[in-house]
Structure formats: structure tokens, C-alpha cells
């Protein structure tokens, strides 16, 4: 079986550093590789892929990056840092994931003044990703596993997702091959 890949994609910092715990833990248990996504907006879609495009990327985003660099390296674990310029959030991060090659995102869908679109973006963003064969986490999704004691301690129902979902991609790929 394939080693599994994380993609946590970066918002405001509590949660973050919630999800790269996890994912950390979840690196110990499972040799999980973790990929930490920096999402920049450009100011305008032509600036995509200069440098002028990543004006947006401060120097405090740097320090923050280097801090959950060294939260992995307190977990023992391997964490490979991607900057993302982008001028549509989702479609971006779609594309991210696909270029990336990952099994699943951890991603957070920030909630809305109308409830019931962050559903449908939480739909869309799952749909698209399931083409994809990637999984979508949220820490919504995951609240029930988590519990905070001096460390982190993972439950067994997420890794028995993700689990299932290599076994899918292994499945699938063996009946491509027999064809």
C-alpha cells in the first residue's frame, strides 16, 4: 500500500495548529508524509506566478510557518511547506491538492452570514476532491475523536477513514489493472 499524504490547508492560527497536531500524531501512528499549504491572494489574476504576486505574503506569515515547522519537529515528523498565490480560494485549492498528489485535506470552511452556504461550499469542495480520489476533513468532522489532554490523543474512527479510503484507491487501481 501507497504512503498516505496530508494536505492541511493554513487559516487563522488556533486552528492551524489544531489540525497540524493531528496530522502530526496521525504522522507517528500511520508514517504519514504532511504537506502545510499557504494560500497568498493576488491582487489581480495576471500577477499569478510573479514576484509581485506574492506581496501578500508577510513577514509574520513567515514566522508562523517556521513556528509549525518546529511543532513537527517536536513530533518527529517530516513537514513540507507549499505557498499557494492564488485569485479563486477554492478552485486553487482543488488544483493544490490534484498537483500535490495527496490522499486527503484538512481544510476549514469558514462559516457564512447564510448558514446553509457553508454546506453547499462544503459539498462542492467534497465533490470535487472526491474526483480526485482525495478525501476532505474538517475539524468539524473530527471533534468527536479529538481529545485534549497534555498531548493529543487520535482516536481510532479517523484512521479507519482514511484506512478505507486507501483500500478504495487500492481496489481500484488493481481492477484498472486487470483490464
Known sequence: MSQSRL??????????????????????RRQTDIVLLKMVPVRHPALLGTEAGALDFTQDDADVLKDMTATAEDYGVCLQIQVCPYANYW?????????????????????T?????????RWLLNRQLARQNQLLL??????PSLTWTPSLTLQH???VKLDRHQIHLTSSAMRNWNK
Do not use: Q
Open 7 to 28: 494536505l492541511i490547508v493554513m487559516s487563522d492560527l488556533a486552528w492551524t495548529s489544531a489540525a497540524l497536531h493531528l496530522a502530526c500524531a496521525m504522522s507517528r
Open 113 to 121: 452570514t447564510l448558514p446553509y452556504w457553508h454546506h453547499v461550499r
Open 157 to 159: 474512527d479517523l484512521a
Open 138 to 143: 474538517t475539524l468539524d468532522d473530527l471533534i
Open 91 to 111: 478552485h486553487a485549492l482543488v488544483g493544490a491538492a490534484e498537483a500535490l498528489g495527496v490522499t486527503a485535506v484538512i481544510a476549514h470552511i469558514s462559516p
